[in-house]
């Protein structure tokens, strides 16, 4: 992400260095490159700002997943103390029963020292009673002296029950010291097996709340480090809109300067109109003018345009027969043929549409155009066609050069008029009287001939 933060200050940088360089932009200037280097400039930092925000969009993502993480690490921490918290009871009870324990230890310890004591006592009396009797001899010895010394079978038999007696206390004393000696052993195990459990418990209690510490501490330190991931993002976050900040402020003046480049350029392009359309009626006065005029010099009613300009052209071919230019003996000529300055531009008579616009070995390059009233018109020999087989033209469009294409003498426009069969030629000269009446004399032709002019002409 830092990468792409530098390459955006870098692009911002030359935009710029860009915005600062003096434009110098007039109204003739402005060009539609200038305004498509402009909208690039737009969509570079439009596909940056689009990067940027979808950075921003991973470091929100990256957050929102810590938050949820750190929340969720939170609860597991607080699930831990509310657990450690809820073994108090348990705890208290625990180191209450080892207290017990504690007690019933003492209590078994001194339990234990009195049965010692009563042993020890016990031990002595047996050893005492023992010695007194070994003291006095074989027991069985004395026991049997004893009943012979019986005066009478009364004491005899009081004797040997004394002996009885004496050997039960014997065997008493035996018994109690045994007895002693098994509460002895019992109260020792039970001591033994209430100290392992008191430790036990204490054991078992320390590994509990070490376990439970170290899961709180771990939890503690994973939070730690989420907060300063979190930290990070956040700092990453706020340059990425710091500088999704600074891009959109580019791109609104980009636009900006876009919206004043396009108004220079509407600007200049209807300036552009407005002159052109100036241009156009000045040049829609000129044909008009130049209309009146022709029509005021052609004498007829205007059904077709001298094809050349009226103030700078030479009739040098007249309608009708002549001398043949190319070969020997005479020929029909079916045409007027007009000379003209080199590169000329040659008008349509009449409007109509272009039938013929091609080269062929006798005219050169040639139009024939068939007019709205039927009528066809013809213009051969020129340099160069401008139009096409199918175009529209109206009366006065240009359609061609003068020149001197196919076979021909020199420079000419060679103008036929063809009635509507599509083969009767007509006189060219016959719709313009008066242009004609100051050009009779331009060729002398048919004075050779002493031929006269007919008006039509059909092969």
């Known amino acids: ?10 692009i911002l940088c030359a935009v710029m260095l860009f915005a600062l360089a003096p434009l110098c932009l007039t109204a003739s200037g402005v060009t539609n490159d200038k305004i498509k280097a402009k909208q690039a400039e737009i969509n570079q930092l439009q596909a940056l700002l689009k990067e940027q925000k979808a950075n921003s969009e991973s470091a929100r993502l990256a957050i929102d997943g810590i938050v949820a993480e750190i929340e969720e690490t939170e609860e597991r921490k607080e699930d831990l103390l509310a657990h450690i918290e809820s073994l108090s009871d348990e705890i208290d009870t625990t180191n209450e029963l080892i207290t017990r324990y504690g007690e019933y230890i003492t209590m078994k310890e001194a339990e234990i020292a009195e049965t010692e004591v009563k042993l020890k006592q016990q031990e002595d009396a047996l050893v005492t009673f023992l010695r007194y009797d070994y003291e006095s001899g074989s027991v069985t010895v004395k026991n049997i002296e004893f009943l012979l010394n019986s005066a009478s079978l009364s004491e005899f038999l009081s004797n040997i029950y004394y002996i009885g007696v004496m050997m039960d206390y014997q065997e008493h004393m035996m018994q109690d010291i045994e007895n002693t000696m098994v509460q002895l052993e019992s109260q020792n195990y039970d001591l033994n097996k209430a100290k392992s459990e008191k430790e036990q418990y204490a054991s078992e209690l320390t590994v509990q709340m070490t376990e439970y510490n170290e899961m709180v501490d771990k ?95 030479i009739v040098t071919g007249w309608f009708g027969y002549e001398p043949n230019p190319i070969g020997s003996g005479t020929r029909f000529h079916k045409a007027l043929d007009i000379w003209a300055p080199r590169g000329t531009r040659i008008k349509a008579s009449a409007s109509g549409t272009v039938i013929t616009a091609r080269y062929s070995s006798s005219y050169g390059y040639y139009v024939m155009i068939k007019h709205d009233n039927g009528m066809y018109t013809l213009y051969a020999h020129a340099s160069k066609l401008l139009v096409r087989e199918g175009a529209k033209v109206v009366q006065g469009d240009e359609i061609a050069v003068i020149g001197t294409t196919g076979m021909s003498t020199g420079i000419h426009l060679h103008f036929e008029i063809i009635l509507e069969n599509g083969k009767t030629r007509t006189d060219p000269s016959l719709y313009f009287d008066k242009l004609m009446s100051t050009h009779w004399r331009d060729s002398d032709r048919y004075e050779k001939m002493n031929n006269p002019r007919k008006q039509y002409y059909t092969p």
């Open 219 to 313: 939890a503690v330190e994973y939070v730690v480090k989420l907060e300063a991931d979190q930290a990070e993002f956040e700092e990453l976050l706020k340059e990425s809109s710091s500088e999704e900040e600074i891009l959109s402020a580019a791109i609104a003046k980009a636009k900006a300067e876009e919206e004043k480049l396009i108004a220079d350029e509407v600007e200049r392009l209807r300036k552009e109109e407005e002159e052109r359309r100036r241009r156009e009626e000045e040049e829609r006065r000129k044909a008009e003018e130049e209309a009146r005029r022709n029509l005021a010099a052609y004498g007829n009613d205007g059904t077709f345009l001298w094809p050349l300009p009226i103030d700078n052209f």
């Open 1 to 10: 992400m830092k990468k792409t933060l530098k390459t955006v200050s870098l």
